[in-house]
């Protein structure tokens, strides 16, 4: 686990590029928020999550698989990252922001994603 990344995912680096085209202005990784949002916008008051459908369990997702050992911890670890994930999203919330959570799979369809970021910050 140690090897995976957090920050500079090649899916981040896509959503970065596609508002940047848009001409959104944004930060990266604002740690001084709850959960340290991928992207941000404090003028705007909003913020991106761009979440792995492995580790944060996309209901619904091919990727988002169980591995067969081990798999109490797995299921442990995973309750845990659901139940983090809306603890810090309330948290923005009752800051005032909005909050997208774009999935990894949903870059597979960029034409889709940019529709949602322009529907997101209002373009």
């Known amino acids: 686990m140690a090897r995976v990344r957090q920050r500079g995912t090649k899916p981040?680096?896509?959503i970065r590029a596609l508002l940047t085209r848009l001409g959104i202005r944004y930060r990266l990784n604002a740690s001084s928020l709850p959960g340290t949002p991928d992207i941000v916008n404090r003028r705007a008051r909003k913020a991106i999550f761009v979440h792995g459908c492995f580790w944060h369990r996309h209901a619904g997702c091919r990727k988002a698989t169980t591995p067969k050992r081990n798999k109490t911890f797995w299921?442990?670890?995973f309750r845990a990252n659901e139940a983090r994930d809306k603890r810090k999203f309330d948290e923005l919330h009752a800051l005032g922001?909005?909050?997208l959570v774009i999935w990894e799979c949903e870059?597979?369809?960029p034409t889709d994603l940019g529709d949602r970021l322009k529907l997101f910050w209002n373009l």
């Open 12 to 14: 981040e680096l896509r």
């Open 75 to 77: 299921l442990q670890k």
């Open 97 to 99: 922001f909005g909050v």
């Open 107 to 109: 870059l597979e369809s």
